[in-house]
Nanobody, 125 residues
Framework: QVQLVESGGRLLQAGGSLRLSCAAS??????MGWFRQAPGQERESVAS????????IYADFVKGRFTISKDSAKHTVYMQINSLKPEDTAVYYC????????????????????WGQGTKVTVSS
């Protein structure tokens, strides 16, 4: 059974930091990514990481505040977010590709075939 289980979302004040986690089980991993969806907006890519090479891709808006990392032994991907802003408020989803795609396909939601349930991050001003 394929499972992606996120955790770490919470309410916090602007300027704070948090780390999101996503534990994967039941599938072979090629790439894992983090996406987010704010109320009334489309889901957007935040970052992705290649499971074999560790190559990372970040969205332009990240601007050094987000760091994606992985623990291969634990089949877990992390997202460290610093200097949080109210506009970071969203449901954050982790997703997995079990098939290899080149970088250009790692930031597009439709090329991810497994998704977690999401974890909510709320940033107050």
């Amino acid at each position: 059974q394929v499972q992606l289980v996120e955790s770490g979302g919470r309410l916090l004040q602007a300027g704070g930091s948090l780390r999101l986690s996503c534990a994967a089980s039941g599938l072979s991993l090629s790439t894992m990514g983090w996406f987010r969806q704010a109320p009334g907006q489309e889901r957007e890519s935040v970052a992705s990481i290649s499971w074999s090479s560790g190559t990372t891709i970040y969205a332009d808006f990240v601007k050094g505040r987000f760091t994606i990392s992985k623990d291969s032994a634990k089949h877990t991907v992390y997202m460290q977010i610093n200097s949080l802003k109210p506009e970071d408020t969203a449901v954050y989803y982790c997703a997995a590709q079990s098939v290899y795609y080149t970088n250009s396909y790692r930031t597009t939601a439709k090329f991810y075939d497994h998704w977690g349930q999401g974890t909510k991050v709320t940033v107050s001003s």
